[in-house]
T-cell receptor
Framework: ETGVTQTPRHLVMGMTNKKSLKCEQHLGHNAMYWYKQSAKKPLELMFV???????ENNSVPSRFSPECPNSSHLFLHLHTLQPEDSALYLC???????????????FGNGTRLTVT | QKEVEQDPGPLSVPEGAIVSLNCTYS??????FMWYRQYSRKGPELLMYTYSSGNKEDGRFTAQVDKSSKYISLFIRDSQPSDSATYLC???????????FGKGTTLSVSS
């Protein structure tokens, strides 16, 4: 399997649940990202990892907790979410943590999250 | 002012039309400008990039940057139904560590 794979594709959870989103990249990249995509809003950067180390947290609420056990895997742990957290969560990777034209982002197809 | 502004549309055109998609940006220090395309139920994929000013052409697609007016454009010639997608402009953040995206313009090309 190639590219960036995200599971599950769809997730419905209550506000008191705990769930996790998983991302795996098969591209040998060193940087991984979580973005949030909501209707009529720009893609919002959430977290950046470079060589397994978190390098950016874009003021994300603590109910979102990322984990990067190695350069190929990225998780987003969710707990006590709010309905406004319903969105498409996209994982991406790049060769280097430098968003230039020679290190473009490769995205997965996202997890569609609905919080009830 | 937001760093990248993009009209979300939607934009509907007939097959064969010339399409112009546009973004404005606020920070004159940006050097790289990218366009991503996102099909329904898929993640965005890099379509084109330009460095600094000028035009870049790739088949039916032309990316253009006007740094004096902080304006970037994507032109699609002879548009096809398969071009129906959301087009997102993107620029690197100040630290160059991630991309900042516009809202995306949803394009529909009818046959």
């Amino acid at each position: 399997e190639t590219g960036v794979t995200q599971t599950p594709r769809h997730l419905v959870m209550g506000m008191t649940n705990k769930k996790s989103l998983k991302c795996e990249q098969h591209l040998g990249h060193n940087a991984m990202y979580w973005y949030k995509q909501s209707a009529k809003k720009p893609l919002e950067l959430m977290f950046v990892y470079n060589f397994k180390e978190q390098t950016e947290n874009n003021s994300v609420p603590s109910r979102f907790s990322p984990e990067c056990p190695n350069s190929s895997h990225l998780f987003l742990h969710l707990h006590t979410l709010q309905p406004e957290d319903s969105a498409l969560y996209l994982c991406a990777s790049s060769q280097e943590q430098a968003s230039s034209y020679n290190s473009p982002l490769h995205f997965g197809n996202g997890t569609r999250l609905t919080v009830t | 002012q937001k760093e990248v502004e993009q009209d979300p549309g939607p934009l509907s055109v007939p097959e064969g039309a010339i399409v112009s998609l546009n973004c404005t940006y606020s920070n004159s220090a940006f050097q790289y400008f990218m366009w991503y395309r996102q099909y329904s139920r898929k993640g965005p994929e890099l379509l084109m990039y330009t460095y600094s000013s000028g035009n870049k052409e790739d088949g039916r697609f032309t990316a253009q940057v006007d740094k004096s007016s902080k304006y970037i454009s994507l032109f699609i010639r002879d548009s096809q139904p398969s071009d129906s997608a959301t087009y997102l402009c993107a620029i690197p953040n100040q630290a160059g560590t991630a991309l900042i995206f516009g809202k995306g313009t949803t394009l529909s090309v009818s046959s």
